[in-house]
């Protein structure tokens, strides 16, 4: 990051945002353009479950991934704080929401069949993020790549994930393209999103 001319200020925290800029407890940085990247609240849809939810909104599920008292109904991937492995909620990254989801999986169908939902238990592969053209980091457990191989490997990893091969070559040819032609159109959010619907809770 900081090569590519940003300055880091790690153990800050931002305490008010305004049109006019950020503050940063006594000093204030004025600017137009924010990018929040310190995370969102969880969707509000748990809040209405009527179970304990945590500071984010996330529903605090059983170690079998079901909620309290409804053994019939389970919560999984961003939704989720599953705190039973570590003491601390599971990150709400997609490794962990598949996961998750094949599990949610197999305990439907083992409560179809009159057994009792299972523990589930995460199983942390590594951690990736790019951050630019040919810039990543990736934490495998066994080796720790930066740069480009870390970029590369970055790529093949989500290429492969995706389900399906024709949205695998759309996407593998969309990416190359915007390679190629340093056009970013491919991430541009150009729908008009209405907001939220919240009911009161
Ligand atoms: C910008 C960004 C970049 C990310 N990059 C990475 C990354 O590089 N690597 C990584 O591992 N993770 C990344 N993540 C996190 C990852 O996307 C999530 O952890 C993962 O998608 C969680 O899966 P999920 O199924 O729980 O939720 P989602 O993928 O968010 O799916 C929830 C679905 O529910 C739908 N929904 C919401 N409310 C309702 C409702 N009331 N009724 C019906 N449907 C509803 C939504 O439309 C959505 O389709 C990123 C997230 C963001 C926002």
């Given at each position: 990051?900081?090569?590519?001319g ?7 925290r931002?305490?008010?945002?305004t ?21 969102n ?6 809040k ?7 500071r ?6 059983n ?8 053994p ?19 990150p709400?990254i997609s ?8 599990h949610a999986?197999?305990n439907?169908?083992?409560?179809i069949?009159?057994?009792k939902?299972?523990?589930f ?8 993020a ?7 980091v990736?934490?495998l ?9 870390a ?9 492969v994930?995706l ?22 159109g491919?991430?541009l ?5 209405q ?7």
């Open positions: 990051l900081v090569e590519l940003v300055e880091v200020r790690p153990s800050t931002a305490t008010n945002l049109e006019a800029g950020v503050q940063i407890g006594d000093e204030f940085i004025p600017c137009r353009v924010k990018i929040w990247a310190a995370g609240n969880a969707s509000f849809v748990g209405t479950l009527g179970i304990p939810v945590d984010v909104g996330r529903v605090i599920v170690n079998d991934l079901t909620i309290p008292g409804h019939e109904v389970q919560v999984i991937g961003d939704l989720a704080n599953f705190p039973h492995q570590t003491g601390e909620p599971l709400g490794p962990v929401a598949m996961q998750q989801g094949r999986a197999r439907v169908l083992a409560m069949n009159g057994r939902p299972q523990r238990r995460y199983r942390d592969k590594g951690t990736m790019t951050i630019g053209r040919n810039k990543a990736a934490d457990k066994f080796m720790h790549l930066s740069g480009l191989p970029w590369l490997a970055w790529l093949f990893v989500h290429i994930f389900v399906g091969f024709r949205n695998r070559l759309l996407v593998l040819f969309q990416w190359a393209w915007a390679y190629l032609t340093f056009d970013k491919a991430r959010i150009t729908r008009n999103f907001s939220e619907q919240r009911p009161p809770v």
